[in-house]
Structure formats: structure tokens, C-alpha cells
């Protein structure tokens, strides 16, 4: 059994730490059951202002393009290490665009643990702290995340702004890592409540968030829906057809990612890694 830690830093939400904890505690061994995977020893979740959250991603990025820099198996040209500095200073303003919209995030951390970021206000303008299935869907989904991790072991392959150097296609990784979490709070959320809970459409947001979710453009400065929506059929499909094992090697082995054909056609995938 895992240990799970939620840190509140606003030090506003005492009571909103003992009920994520207390729904961790009930989601977490459907999560394991779930996809296969067992939790680390350790999980954390951490309750942040949208100022801390802003500046914890933006360190949590330049970690990873340090960890990248220092890779030895990796020889990164400058002129890539300078446009992706570039990328994160002329995109600074997206975070303070979107946060009433991200309800978690799960990084590496300063001390090299995964943790979930947390914000209690865009939890309240995305509607999930007056619907807990909601809120037991985003903490399946971010604990499939851990989980995922643990897997993967030391492995910087699969946290990179450099995939092409490292022979993975780009689309790939966030397809199989988001599409393996959406089907798993699916599984999860059906065992719970008897059918897949989806807080897009069943939370109530705040107006602000409704407003943000109408603004031109705005989709564009996010994940596609697409990734999500192709990797939850892939693993979907592969799960039923060759069950948890086939799916959780690929967390060992970046070459079994899908192509960007094979997340269109699953059975393709299906046949090269069977």
C-alpha cells in the first residue's frame, strides 16, 4: 500500500487535503487493479496558489531542458537548447491564461519525486469540488500517472523537449501516457459509479471558466484533444484484446511506442509489439 502525502501550501485548505486523501485511499488500489501497474511507495500531491502553480511548472520545464542538456547519451545541438528557452519565455503567458482550467498536473519535482499539482480555486471554477466523481476521475487519472512513472523507472525518455533526437516520434508519447490515463479513470470511475465520469461535461464551471473555454484560440494552446481522444481508443483496444501485460512494456521500451499511423490503426500496433 502506498503512502500518500498532500501538501498544502496555501495553507488555506486543510479540510480539501484530508478529502483528497481520503479518496486517494479508495481510488488508488482501483488504479493498480485497473491498469496493472503498482503505485511507488510514496505518492504526493501538493495544494498550490495559481502564482506557486505558474512558477512550479515553468521550474518543472527547465528541469527537464537541464536534464536533457546533461543526458550523456544525448548530444544536443545549441541551437535547440536556444529555441526551446525561447519557447518558454514567449509562451509564459499561457499558464496565466488557463490555470482555471488545469485541474492537475503531475511533474518531477525539485528533489526528483513525481508530485500533483493542485489548485483549489481552478478545482472550484472547473466544478469538481462540488462533484466528487469528477474529482475522483482527476485523481484516477493523475495516480495513473505515478503509476506510469514507477514503471518507467530512470528513464528520461519519456519527459524530453527533445523526442526526434531520441528516435520517438513526437505525438506518440503524449498518445499512449494521456490516452493510458483517460481509459484508466474510465475503468476506474465506472467500478465506482457504474458509469465513466467525464468533468468536461457532467462538473458545472464557474463562468469565468466557461468564458475561457469559448475563446478563440484558446484550444490551440493545449494538449490536442485528438491525443487524447486516439490514445484511449489505443489502449482500449489493446487492452482488450491482449489485456494490461502488452501495454505495460511499453513503459520499458520506448521502440513498442506507436508510430503516428499505428495510433489511427490500433491493430497495427497491436501486431508489431504482440
Not at 512550479?56 to 537541464?66: D, F, N, P, S
Not at 519565455?89 to 485541474?103: H, Q, S
Request: glycine share 6%; with cysteine; hydrophobic share 40%.
Amino acid at each position: 500500500m502506498s503512502r500518500f502525502t498532500v501538501l498544502d501550501d496555501t495553507r488555506r485548505h486543510p479540510d480539501l487535503a484530508e478529502r483528497i486523501t481520503a479518496l486517494l485511499h479508495t481510488v488508488a488500489p482501483l488504479v493498480e487493479e485497473t491498469t496493472g501497474l503498482p503505485l511507488p511507495p510514496e505518492v504526493r500531491f501538493r495544494l498550490l496558489t495559481p502564482r506557486a502553480w505558474r512558477r512550479a511548472e515553468i521550474a518543472y520545464k527547465l528541469r527537464v531542458l537541464t536534464r536533457d542538456i546533461a543526458d550523456p547519451g544525448l548530444s544536443v545541438p545549441p541551437e535547440h537548447v536556444s529555441a526551446v528557452r525561447l519557447a518558454l519565455k514567449a509562451t509564459g503567458f499561457i499558464p496565466a491564461l488557463v490555470w482555471p482550467l488545469v485541474v492537475g498536473s503531475t511533474v518531477i519535482a525539485a528533489d526528483g519525486r513525481d508530485e500533483t499539482l493542485v489548485m483549489p480555486r481552478a478545482l472550484r471554477h472547473s466544478g469538481l469540488l462540488a462533484h466528487e466523481p469528477s474529482l475522483c476521475q482527476m485523481l484516477s487519472h493523475e495516480l495513473t500517472h505515478h503509476a506510469q512513472d514507477a514503471a518507467c523507472g530512470d528513464s528520461t525518455e519519456w519527459r524530453s523537449f527533445f523526442p526526434q533526437l531520441r528516435k520517438i516520434d513526437p505525438g506518440s508519447i503524449p498518445a499512449v501516457v494521456e490516452g493510458h490515463a483517460r481509459w484508466a479513470d474510465q475503468q476506474v470511475t465506472t467500478a465506482l459509479y457504474g458509469a465513466p465520469v467525464d468533468h468536461v461535461r457532467q462538473a458545472r464551471r464557474s463562468p469565468r471558466a466557461r468564458l475561457l473555454v469559448r475563446a478563440p484560440g484558446l484550444r490551440r494552446l493545449g494538449p490536442s484533444g485528438d491525443a487524447y481522444a486516439q490514445g484511449t481508443r489505443l489502449i482500449g483496444h489493446a487492452v482488450t484484446v491482449h489485456g494490461t501485460d502488452l501495454v505495460n512494456r511499453v513503459w520499458k521500451d520506448t521502440s513498442l511506442l506507436p508510430t503516428r499511423s499505428e495510433i489511427a490503426e490500433p491493430d497495427a500496433w497491436i501486431a508489431r509489439i504482440a
